[in-house]
């Protein structure tokens, strides 16, 4: 046998699985928590929870950059509205500019409602 495995036996056991061997522990502890099926229940509920939680902070990150997403859009598109309204009345102004008394296009142009949407 190899010098590097120990052959002595623990002291008060003959079994020949209590030799000391390469790679075992030679001292055995007793755990002082002793679990009943009730406890392990309450322990994975407790981890079910948990998990469920973190998935759930997760997911409102997700929802709150779908608010924010569509607050940018909404504000897109009334900027491109107010873009629209101007264009309009640069529209205008120059027509006026051009040729103020001959222009009848210019002098029957009438100031919008509302350049939010326009429906077809």
């Known amino acids: 046998m190899p010098a590097y495995y120990a052959?002595?036996?623990?002291?008060?056991?003959?079994?020949?699985?209590?030799?000391?061997?390469?790679?075992?522990?030679?001292?055995?502890?007793?755990?002082?928590i002793i679990l009943g099926p009730v406890n392990h229940?309450?322990?994975?509920?407790?981890?079910?929870?948990l998990t469920g939680l973190i998935f759930l902070t997760q997911s409102t990150?997700?929802?709150?950059?779908d608010v924010e997403i569509a607050k940018v859009d909404d504000e897109i598109t009334n900027l491109e509205a107010q873009r629209d309204a101007l264009a309009v009345?640069?529209?205008?102004?120059t027509a006026k500019a051009a040729d103020e008394d001959?222009?009848?296009?210019?002098?029957?142009?009438?100031d919008a409602n509302s350049a939010d949407f326009v429906k077809e």
């Not at 229940?41 to 929870?49: C, D, G, R």
């Open 7 to 32: 052959t002595r036996r623990m002291s008060g056991t003959s079994s020949p699985s209590s030799t000391w061997v390469r790679n075992r522990n030679a001292v055995r502890h007793n755990s002082k």
């Open 41 to 49: 229940t309450i322990v994975i509920v407790l981890i079910v929870l």
């Open 61 to 65: 990150k997700v929802t709150n950059y």
């Open 89 to 93: 009345e640069n529209a205008k102004i």
């Open 102 to 110: 001959n222009n009848k296009v210019a002098t029957t142009m009438v």
